[in-house]
């Protein structure tokens, strides 16, 4: 009975309810007529926004390391993600978004940061930075270990409205976001003051949604394309990609930052060690003509490594996947292998040229289609090369990457293996070109052991993790075009592109003979050297008469010289994101000096280079920062601070301004056709001692597998100081498991007349002559002179550890 009662009760409450439902409805129609009428006459009142103490945050989890906020449904996730760098994550109503491909790993080491969460602020401290989030006022700002304000942040939550701000101090420099396209004004050199559109871009541009400062800090955030805008003390991203603003702050000098954004952006693999010799493009060649060419490199003792073939090698057009096999016609043995065998007898590689397009009315063209490989709502367009229908493959899907490299791998077999990726930076998104070089790459990682090497016409950041190099577009001859590669080059450098390189002696029209001999000496100081022209245009050395060829071969030669050194800092690109070309600024950060200089650059950490771009100009002013240089030429010693003048050879273009910084250490070997053409058994080790000591790490692999992945490499570190009146060097025990040819070190140590030596305590045996001590089975010692003066020859045993003392 109790419960009948019940639910009679339930029944007429429910009539109840439905019946004030219904009053409360008709009054509040009636309600709302009356608003209307009123809202015609009373003015517009807006309606107040939650107050600040309603969206404050509240601390959800703190642990190690990190922080959970909330404020309302909205989540923030905080963390330490390195000594040096804060991860905030802001995801509304708590859902977040995959990474972007700017973002190469989301696992890192344990940092043990000190987090107080009790106050308000919040502070998390590192050894390397502090950092502030207010609760109230839902704040961040970000000191260095010093308490210098660096950024700081009005309001997280802002970043849900498409508004990353951050404040800084208004005189600081900044770098970073983007390069330039190939005929864009490149007036603003390498500072960043302005409003820019972050992407991809077109013909040569590099971009990154990454912007960082001499004075202490960077700013990384995780979008494909976004809105820069910089109004002097503030800079802010919005049209960002993902609904979710995840972003970094970097704290530190400038190798740091840029160590620390290629940690979280990915490392770029280590390039094959052919490819940082000397290559020769071309369109407009047949197997004839290039073996021809290679015949005359070697008749005339130029060197080069490697050569790439255009449209010319492929069978651009024809059915049957013409676009992934060779031209029968122009290359006879091309698809036997023959080809390759000849090349590899003459130390060549070859490298191809490859298109985001592909034949529609063709059997390939008919797959792309059964299968919608497209890209999406792109009408079918002719051809500029065939002639005939082409349409664009839409890289983003998985199965088109593998479908591409399973043709691909045809001609890869068969002596084409290296990428060289072109236009896939037109009408497209900026994913395009690494969603492409991508499938290459991790497809070619899964077929074979054999490195990775690629050239791309575009850049965004995180594409470095894929074996990914950039040119700068199809820019035209001339010296103004020659001098305005060098912003391009320290500009996408400052984005994270590590690896860049150029159409040497341009793209579009035939240098004059200065021209190309003056662009092949700034070419041969750059990540990729390499040489091409528009069709049938040459860029041989011998086609722009002797004095160019004779100064070309010169920059060639040198560059071969530097292998060791320059393939080195390959390794450290590696392991920092930090290659072989550095702004003066990244070393130089308090030197205004250096704040938009383009005119000069560090190769490496030891030489300053600063090639002629002008035309007839018969002096050159170089500014050569604080330190002591030395002339690589005639060994004249200039004390830094001061701008110097160098005097133009004219007459044969055969200077290039180099100039060694004291502390140098700077292993060469002898020149060679091509880069392993003969057994390096001695590697001579330059020294410039100073009053500090300094320290090079020397490098080296089989060069050309990822077997260095696990450890399979020779690393030795080698350190020298000047000490009352001689030198102290040393080398370490070596690291790794790779045993290379190299047996001894010539450690040349200059500025020292020894009148003794030990090795690890010992008096080492004194040569009578150079070339005895260089005959020597042994250690051994020999004091002479050369351009720099006294020199102090030591030769030691590599890969062991060797204390040197010279008094």
């Known amino acids: 009975m109790t419960r009948n009662r019940g639910k009679l009760m339930l029944i007429v409450g429910g009539i109840t309810l439905a019946v004030i439902a219904v009053i409360v409805a008709v009054s509040m129609n009636r309600g709302a007529e009356q608003d209307a009428e009123k809202e015609k006459s009373a003015p517009v009142v807006e309606s107040a926004s939650p107050s600040s103490d309603e969206k404050a945050l509240s601390v959800v989890k703190s642990q190690a390391d990190g922080l959970e906020l909330s404020s309302g449904k909205d989540v923030i996730l905080i963390d330490v993600v390195q000594a040096d760098a804060l991860r905030v994550r802001v995801n509304p109503g708590g859902a977040e978004e995959p990474d972007t491909e700017v973002i190469g790993t989301r696992d890192f080491a344990p940092v043990g940061a000190v987090i107080d969460a009790e106050g308000d602020p919040i502070t998390v401290k590192t050894d390397q930075m502090k950092v502030e989030i207010n609760k109230k006022d839902r704040s961040i700002t970000v000191y260095d270990a010093a308490n210098k304000l660096l950024l700081k942040q009005a309001d997280i939550l802002l970043a849900l409205e498409d508004e990353l701000a951050f404040t800084h101090d208004k005189n600081d420099s900044l770098y970073g976001i983007s390069g330039y396209q190939s005929s864009e004004i490149s007036t603003d050199g390498m500072l960043r003051a302005s409003s820019k559109s972050v992407k991809g871009g077109m013909q040569g541009h590099a971009g990154a949604p990454f912007v960082w400062s001499t004075a202490g800090y960077g700013l990384l955030v995780d979008t494909i394309d976004a809105e820069y805008r910089n109004s002097g003390d503030t800079f802010s991203f919005s049209n960002l990609s993902k609904k979710s603003p995840h972003y970094y702050f970097i704290v530190g000098n400038p190798p740091g930052i840029m160590s620390t954004a290629a940690d979280i952006s990915g490392k770029p693999p280590l390039f094959p060690k052919w490819a940082l010799g000397f290559m020769n493009s071309e369109w407009g060649i047949d197997e004839k003509e290039l073996l021809q060419h290679v015949t005359t490199y070697r008749q005339k003792g130029i060197p080069i490594d490697s050569f790439s073939l255009d449209f010319d090698w492929k069978a651009w057009g024809e059915d049957q996947y013409g676009e992934f096999r060779w031209n029968e016609k122009k290359f006879p043995n091309g698809s036997s292998g023959k080809l390759k065998e000849t090349l590899d007898g003459m130390g060549i590689k070859l490298t191809g040229i490859f298109k985001p397009r592909i034949h529609v009315d063709t059997e390939q063209g008919r797959y792309a289609t059964e299968h919608n490989f497209w890209w999406p709502n792109k009408p079918v367009y002719p051809d500029y090369f065939s002639n005939l229908p082409v349409n664009d493959l839409d890289f983003s899907i998985d199965e088109v990457r593998q479908w591409y490299f399973e043709h691909a791998k045809q001609a890869f077999d068969t002596g084409i293996i290296g990428w060289w990726n072109d236009e896939a930076d037109e009408g497209y998104t900026t994913t395009q070109f690494i969603d492409m070089q991508k499938g290459l790459y991790e497809e070619q990682r899964k077929y074979s052991d054999k490195r990775v090497w690629s050239l791309n016409r575009n850049f965004y950041l995180g594409a470095q993790k894929y074996a990914y190099g950039l040119w700068s577009g199809d820019i035209s001859s001339g010296f103004k075009p020659m001098a305005e590669q060098r912003e391009r080059m320290l500009s996408a450098v400052n984005v994270g592109q590590a690896k860049w390189g150029m159409d040497t002696g341009g793209f579009q029209t035939n240098p004059q003979p200065d021209n190309y001999a003056r662009w092949m000496q700034f070419s041969a100081f750059t990540p990729i050297f390499r040489v091409h022209g528009k069709l049938d245009h040459q ?113 044969n273009w055969t200077d290039i301004p180099l100039f060694i910084k004291k502390g140098a250490i700077i292993p060469s070997q002898p020149v060679m056709n091509y880069i392993g053409e003969n057994k390096v058994d001695t590697v001579t080790v330059d020294v410039f001692p100073d009053t500090v000591q300094t320290s090079f790490h020397y490098y080296d692999d089989d060069g050309a597998t990822y077997q260095y992945e696990q450890e399979h490499y020779f690393k030795q570190t080698l350190s020298a100081q000047q000490k009352d009146g001689g030198a102290l060097f040393h080398a370490s025990s070596k690291a790794g498991t790779y045993t290379p040819e190299l047996q001894y070190y010539m450690v040349a140590i200059h500025g020292i007349a020894g009148k003794n030596v030990t090795i690890n305590s010992s008096p080492a045996l004194q040569a009578d002559s150079l070339n005895s001590l260089a005959g020597l089975k042994g250690e051994g010692w020999f004091q002479g002179k050369d351009v720099y003066g006294d020199v102090t020859y030591v030769k030691i045993e590599a890969g062991n550890e060797r204390q040197v003392a010279v008094e």
């Open 539 to 651: 860029r041989q050395p011998w086609f722009y008469g002797e004095q160019a060829e004779a100064a070309a071969k010169a920059a060639i030669e040198l560059r071969y010289k530097l292998i060791p050194y320059i393939y080195s800092y390959e390794r450290r690109a590696y392991e920092s994101g930090l290659g072989l070309v550095k702004p003066l600024m990244m070393d130089y950060p308090q030197d205004p000096a250096v704040a938009n200089l383009v005119d000069s650059w560090m190769f490496g950490d030891w030489l300053l280079v600063s090639p002629v771009v002008t035309e007839a100009e018969p002096t050159k002013p170089v500014y050569l920062p604080q330190g002591t240089w030395i002339d690589y030429a005639n060994g004249t010693v200039y004390e830094g601070g001061q701008t110097i003048t160098h005097q133009v050879d004219l007459k």
